[in-house]
């Protein structure tokens, strides 16, 4: 019986020691996102909302690629300047190929990769749709507002009526479209990256990011040079 309290004691001891050792391991602050295969709800659903977005552009693209002319600055003499329908044909299948690519975000096996490699296009995509948004819609509103100095329209020969209708045009439709497609990819972005610390490293890169882009759109303006994104 001695023997046998002894050994039970001793099993007591070696349990509280391992169970003070692994306490300051269970206390530490855990910087990882849930383990591998976890996916929540909310980050499916703005991954599948982005991919969703940006199907919704493809066929305003494919019609101008067709020859279409709603739309266009200028309908019939834009829609029929050198390039245009082969632009919005690579505009298209690029649409296309993005969707596809956050669709595939959502797989396990992408994981594989690092974190940086899979997001950098999220990253680039969402700083160029937020600053063609932002703006696109502050430029517009100045040119619907009677500042016309405000933007300069790289189609030439376009009427006093044709100019204020691509405004309004832009105002209400094309440009919030960048706008809500940005933001919708710069969440997912920030939702697929791995540890708090790269989250905010993300929201940091997309807000300079987003910043330089602009900058950059009003030296252009300001010096009447043209750099679009249909």
């Given at each position: ?24 391991a ?20 703005l991954?599948?909302l ?9 066929p305003i ?9 709603w ?32 669709y595939?975000?959502?797989r396990?096996?992408t ?6 490699l899979?997001?950098?296009p ?21 040119y ?5 100095a405000?933007v ?7 009427t006093?009526?044709q ?12 440009e919030?479209?960048?706008l ?5 990819l710069a ?32 030296v ?11």
């Amino acid at each position: 019986m001695r023997e046998t309290a002894t050994a039970s004691g001793a099993d007591f001891t070696r349990r509280e020691s391992r169970d003070k050792v692994a306490a300051p391991a269970a206390s530490m602050p855990d910087d990882r996102t849930p383990p591998a295969g976890y996916q929540p709800r909310r980050r499916r659903l703005l991954i599948y909302l982005s991919g969703l977005a940006a199907l919704t552009a493809i066929p305003i693209h494919l019609y101008w690629a067709l020859g279409g002319t709603w739309g266009l600055p200028g309908g019939a003499e834009t829609a029929g300047l050198p390039g245009i329908r082969a632009t919005n044909t690579a505009v298209s299948v690029l649409l296309a190929c993005g969707a596809a690519y956050l669709y595939a975000l959502t797989r396990p096996w992408t994981r594989r990769r690092p974190a940086l490699l899979r997001l950098a296009p999220v990253w680039g995509a969402s700083v160029v749709c937020i600053s063609h948004g932002l703006f696109g819609i502050f430029t517009k509103a100045l040119y619907v507002a009677g500042m016309h100095a405000a933007v300069s329209w790289p189609e030439h020969d376009l009427t006093a009526a044709q100019k204020n209708l691509a405004a309004l045009r832009d105002l209400t439709v094309f440009e919030p479209w960048f706008l809500l497609q940005g933001l919708l990819l710069a969440l997912a972005g920030r939702w697929l990256t791995p540890t708090e610390t790269g989250r905010r490293r993300w929201t940091v890169s997309l807000a300079a990011g987003i910043v330089l882009v602009d900058v950059f759109g009003i030296v252009l303006a300001v010096t009447h040079h043209h750099f679009t994104v249909s």
